[in-house]
Nanobody
């Protein structure tokens, strides 16, 4: 029943910017944390950025200073502002939310379907 829907991916030139969005629908609540992961071809999925309900953020070293994660718990949404993009940022980006189901109250990780980000001239 819980679904995460992502948008904002696409093709951008090196040095450009993109903003990714992800919103959850369904019976999820007490969301904490929200995160963005990415997976490049031939590589493992890696954590890009995380934000807690208290606003604490963490970033992978490779994106520090260039990416900004933000969240809106009321809207059940998470965003990733990406600037100064590099070809190395090319990957499928996935949003992630940990939250409880309203029926069972059991906490699980929920994932988006992934959105492609390609950085190329």
């Amino acid at each position: 029943q819980v679904q995460l829907m992502e948008s904002g991916g696409g093709l951008v030139q090196p040095g450009g910017s993109l903003r990714l969005s992800c919103a959850a629908s369904g019976s999820i609540f007490n969301i904490n944390p929200m995160a963005w992961y990415r997976q490049a071809p031939g590589k493992q999925r890696e954590l890009v950025a995380t934000i807690t309900s208290g606003g604490t953020t963490k970033y992978a070293d490779s994106v520090k200073g260039r990416f900004t994660i933000s969240g809106d718990n009321a809207k059940k949404a998470v965003y990733l502002q990406m600037s100064s993009l590099k070809p190395e940022d090319t990957a499928v980006y996935y949003c992630n939310m940990r939250g409880a189901h309203m029926v069972s109250w059991v906490t699980n990780d929920y994932w988006g379907q992934g959105t492609q980000v390609t950085v190329s001239s």
